[in-house]
């Protein structure tokens, strides 16, 4: 079935905009100009996935996330300006699965709600299967990862990731000590034939390593190999 995507942005252009190149990739998109007009039809005829920008009149998209997860498990991507790290912090604490910085690449988003829609598409495959094997949880010395609840810990400290972050560590976890290319993480985190600049690899990486050594100043696990990629080591 065709998925529907809910668009809540009081920027008009990156409403139609966006919502012209979801329909040209065959999603169905739903526009609201802002969180108090979208939150009581979000609840009554859920969309598959909606996109909010945060800095919003009358109800804003942190607000509209709070209420929403008083009734709905809705994935949701946040739009941010580059300086809302706070912002995207409390976000996903709240329960976003992904947050985009404007100015954005139209492919990006699409890119980052097919990951999602996919995550979303399996945890119910698993659910809906009796006699089909949950995802194992994945212990790499102080790291566990549980696929099917999409939780990472380290020193059983909770981390919280985006659906693509987890994706890619998962990619670097699966086999400790052995290199992956960006091209490798890029297939991993996104799986279109959607060009993805090399740099919003380096991106999540370093995002990875910062929310790491929030809870753990002294994360070294993820290392660079210049000209190469990226290893994970499960002594780090």
Same mark, same amino acid.
């Given at each position: 079935?065709? &998925?529907?995507?809910?668009?809540v942005?009081d920027? !008009?252009?990156?409403?139609?905009? =966006?919502?012209? &190149?979801? +329909?040209?990739?065959?999603? /169905?998109?739903? =526009?609201?100009s802002? *969180?108090?007009?979208?939150?009581r039809?979000?609840?009554?005829?859920p969309?598959?996935?909606a996109?909010?920008?945060?800095?919003? @009149?009358?109800?804003?998209g942190?607000e509209?996330?709070?209420?929403l !997860?008083?009734k709905?498990q809705?994935? /949701?991507?946040?739009l941010t300006?580059?300086d809302?790290?706070?912002d995207?912090?409390?976000?996903?604490?709240?329960? &976003?699965?992904?947050?985009?910085a404007?100015?954005?690449? +139209?492919?990006? /988003?699409? &890119?980052?709600?097919?990951?999602?829609l996919?995550? #979303?598409?399996?945890n119910?495959?698993?659910?809906d299967?009796d006699?089909?094997p #949950?995802?194992?949880?994945?212990?790499?010395?102080?790291?566990?990862?549980? @696929?099917?609840?999409?939780k #990472?810990s380290?020193? *059983?400290?909770d #981390?919280?990731?985006?659906?693509?972050?987890?994706?890619i560590?998962?990619?670097l976890a699966?086999?400790p000590?052995?290199?992956?290319?960006?091209n490798?993480?890029?297939?991993? %985190?996104? +799986?279109?034939? /959607?060009?993805?600049?090399?740099?919003?690899?380096?991106?999540?990486?370093k995002r990875?390593?910062?929310k790491?050594?929030?809870?753990?100043?002294d994360?070294?696990?993820? %290392?660079?190999?210049?000209?190469? *990629?990226?290893?994970?080591?499960?002594? *780090?």
């Amino acid at each position: 079935m065709t &998925a529907t995507i809910a668009l809540v942005d009081d920027d !008009r252009n990156i409403l139609h905009s =966006l919502s012209i &190149a979801l +329909q040209a990739e065959g999603f /169905v998109t739903r =526009l609201y100009s802002d *969180g108090e007009a979208a939150l009581r039809p979000l609840i009554d005829n859920p969309p598959d996935l909606a996109v909010f920008d945060i800095k919003m @009149p009358r109800m804003d998209g942190l607000e509209l996330l709070r209420r929403l !997860r008083e009734k709905s498990q809705l994935p /949701v991507i946040f739009l941010t300006s580059k300086d809302d790290e706070i912002d995207e912090a409390l976000g996903l604490a709240m329960g &976003a699965d992904d947050y985009i910085a404007k100015p954005f690449s +139209q492919r990006l /988003v699409i &890119a980052r709600i097919r990951a999602i829609l996919r995550r #979303v598409e399996l945890n119910k495959s698993i659910a809906d299967a009796d006699d089909e094997p #949950v995802a194992e949880p994945i212990t790499r010395g102080r790291l566990q990862m549980d @696929p099917a609840r999409h939780k #990472v810990s380290w020193d *059983g400290k909770d #981390v919280t990731l985006t659906v693509t972050e987890f994706l890619i560590l998962e990619t670097l976890a699966a086999r400790p000590g052995i290199v992956r290319s960006r091209n490798q993480l890029m297939d991993a %985190a996104y +799986q279109d034939d /959607v060009y993805i600049d090399d740099r919003t690899i380096d991106s999540h990486i370093k995002r990875l390593r910062r929310k790491f050594r929030e809870v753990d100043p002294d994360f070294d696990a993820i %290392a660079t190999l210049y000209g190469a *990629g990226y290893r994970f080591s499960d002594d *780090g």
